[in-house]
């Protein structure tokens, strides 16, 4: 059995997991965006998960792969494969979710959980990249992301900017204004302060837009011109 | 003490947030997306490659390893930081002033702003502190610790410090940024700057965006005046000298020579010309196709160097040698799929340079050409906009209903409504 396994592995399933703790704050639940679950849903599932219900690890994958795998490209940018992240995602919630408090915050810790595995691999590609070492991230097709060339180039560049970035400003301002998470949530998913995640999307936003507002290849999607010009309307 | 209210993000990064949004979401991908088996594949290996460990007694020492190292990495408290002679904003905020400003943190380390000079301090932890230069000039001198760690932003650049003094000047207006290296080591990243420039005592660097120039230079040598840009192509810029050079060595002022990009290292294999359009290194491309002379590429190049050096052309605002390129493309490949989006770009091109007749025409060749291709909506809609302007509302009412029909949540259907409602 998957979850027997996973959850009576003791010692030696923790020790795959970040040194650092996951604390769910005392947030309102996220309302899970998969399938239109309720807080009442996902109190279920987690309870269902800890008492290691057969068939929970599956209805937890089909319930919120789709939001980690958005949360992933959405904070990795559209040149990476997310896939293997995903599942490390997962293989991480089952391994911990005996620790959650609150059964009704599972989607929120969820994307705490995310969220820090992110952050490692974002610490992971810059590391790449300072020792010169290829990436091993496979190309996608963009055209699959988006059919128009000047949208794909216009995002392209975006993620370009945004690996300017330390990985906890770049999830914050991702998290935030992507994804649209309130910033209490950012907060609870970054495992900060509410001042501490507002500061940092603040000093993301304004350094980023600076950027935007140099990057010629942007302007040209942007339809502003270098000198703010607007082309229409 | 309460914290600033959140700002309104700019409509830029409102546009790419949603652009964001809707091209990335949750689908699984069309190949190799992860299922659920083989999620649980994977937890029954590493379950099973636990269980192995746990045999050998791995476990208990590994238990103790995190623990001494939470031990030895848990963070220290931050740097405090005093100012002297000025305020610190809320955001961080500082001004320089005829006092003469200055930010003094508690390792010891030292920022002096000039007067007038405006600077940011952004994060500060155990390690150092970042900085911002919004204009004018600082000059820090680093205590040199383990694990220090520093930097200065102006504009697009970063430097990147250690244990140091050094300087750093930075004009907004023009992006133009100089750094004076007293003591100790930097590295310096940004456009322009290919794997970082590490800099040496006694070394100035000058980097001048908008020519094209990073020039490094003894500080005792007078800084270089603007190189003499003649008409296209090749562009005159000053040579440049190798980092590791002493500062003995006098550098030469502006003189016609073969453009180089200053870089800490030897110049690595050229790379495929889409790449540095990918990579945001537009006059990296466009220096290379200088180099190979322009009227050779575009008889010889092939379709995707054409492609990109066009691309890394327009984003350059150099529609003499975005032209030619498109122009190319599409008389030496007339089959290739760039070769018709070449020519909703010439459109575009046109449309820029005030052309809007010619810009019509390339337009409705495109639409032609590719009416279901990826740029028709984009094509339509700007020919939809030049021909109300050109010939007044009646004449683009049947363009409006045509858009409306193809393309209803197209990035012009608004325009499009809206005209058709006008009375």
């Known amino acids: 059995m998957l979850v027997p396994r996973l959850l009576g592995s003791s010692v030696g399933a923790f020790l795959l997991v ?115 070492l290829a990436s091993d991230a496979a190309a996608t097709d963009l055209r699959v992301v988006h059919p128009d060339p000047l949208a794909r180039e216009a995002l392209r560049r975006f993620y370009a900017l945004l690996d300017h970035f330390g990985a906890r400003d770049r999830t914050a301002f991702v998290l935030r204004y992507v994804e649209g998470l309130e910033l209490s949530d950012v907060a609870a998913a ?17 350094r980023l837009t600076r950027l935007v507002e140099r990057d010629p290849a942007l302007a040209e999607y942007l339809g502003t011109g270098l000198l703010g010009r607007r082309e229409h309307d | 003490m309460t914290e600033p209210r959140e700002p309104t993000p ?68 931050a740097l405090e930081l005093a100012v002297v002679n000025g305020d610190m904003s809320r955001s961080g905020e500082v001004s320089g002033s005829a006092r003469g400003t200055r930010l003094a943190f508690s390792d010891g380390t030292q920022v002096a702003l000039s007067d007038a000079a405006r600077a940011r301090v952004g994060s500060v932890d155990e390690h150092g502190a970042e900085l911002g230069l919004e204009s004018g000039r600082v000059t820090l001198s680093v205590v040199k610790r383990q694990g220090a760690r520093w930097s200065v932003t102006a504009g697009d650049y970063r430097v990147s410090v250690k244990g140091t003094t050094f300087s750093v000047d930075f004009a907004p207006e023009r992006g133009d940024m100089t750094l004076d290296l007293l003591t100790g080591s930097v590295s310096v990243s940004g456009p322009l700057i290919t794997g970082g420039l590490e800099l040496r005592a006694g070394q100035r660097v000058l980097i001048r965006p908008r020519e094209g120039l990073v020039q490094v230079q003894p500080l005792e040598a007078p800084e270089a005046s603007a190189p003499v840009a003649t008409s296209p192509p090749p562009r005159v810029e000053p040579a440049v000298e190798p980092p590791d050079a002493g500062p003995a ?22 790379e495929p010309w889409s790449r540095l359009v990918a990579a945001g290194r537009y006059a990296a491309v466009l220096e290379a196709a200088e180099q190979r002379e322009l009227g050779r590429v575009y008889s010889g190049a092939s379709a995707a160097d054409l492609q990109a050096l066009a691309d890394a052309a327009r984003y350059l605002r150099r529609s003499d040698v975005a032209r030619p390129a498109l122009l190319a493309l599409r008389e030496r490949f ?37 009416p279901e291709g990826p740029y028709a909506a984009q ?25 409306l029909q193809r393309f209803p949540d197209g990035p012009y259907a608004a325009t499009a409504r809206s005209l058709l409602a006008e009375r």
């Open chain 1, 18 to 132: 970040p040194a650092v703790p996951v604390v769910v704050r005392k947030v309102e639940p996220i309302q899970c965006a998969s399938h239109g679950a309720t807080p009442a849903d996902d109190a279920a599932l987690a309870l269902a998960l800890v008492a290691g219900e057969a068939p929970a690890p599956r209805h937890a994958w089909d319930r919120f792969a789709p939001m980690v795998r958005r949360i992933a490209r959405r904070t990795l940018g559209p040149d990476t494969d997310v896939e293997d992240i995903v599942q490390l995602v997962f293989m991480k919630l089952f391994a911990r979710v005996h620790t959650l408090r609150e059964p009704q915050a599972l989607s929120a810790f969820l994307i705490s959980i995310t969220t820090f595995t992110l952050r490692r691999e974002l610490r992971r590609r810059k590391l790449q990249s300072w020792l010169g």
């Open chain 1, 190 to 206: 970054l495992g900060v302060s509410l001042a501490t995640a507002k500061r940092a999307v603040t000093r993301t936003q304004e």
């Open chain 2, 10 to 77: 700019a409509r830029a990064l409102e546009q790419l947030a949603a652009l964001a949004q809707k091209s990335l979401t949750g689908d699984p991908p069309k190949r190799h997306a992860a299922t659920f088996a083989d999620l649980a594949r994977r937890a029954e290996r590493e379950a099973a490659s636990r269980r192995k460990r746990l045999s050998f007694g791995v476990a208990a020492v590994a238990l103790a390893a995190v623990v001494l190292v939470w031990v030895v990495l848990r963070p220290a408290p």
């Open chain 2, 249 to 270: 060595a006098e550098a030469p002022a502006a003189r016609p020579t073969t453009p180089r990009r200053a870089t800490g290292k030897r110049s690595p294999q050229p």
């Open chain 2, 334 to 370: 007339p089959a290739s799929n760039g070769a018709r989006e070449a020519a909703f770009l010439l459109g575009r091109s046109e449309e820029t340079g005030g052309d809007a007749a010619r810009a019509l025409e390339w337009y409705e060749r495109y639409l032609s050409e590719s």
């Open chain 2, 379 to 403: 094509a339509l809609g700007r020919k939809l906009l030049l021909v109300r302007e050109r010939s007044g509302r009646g004449a683009a009412l049947s363009i409006a209903r045509d858009y």
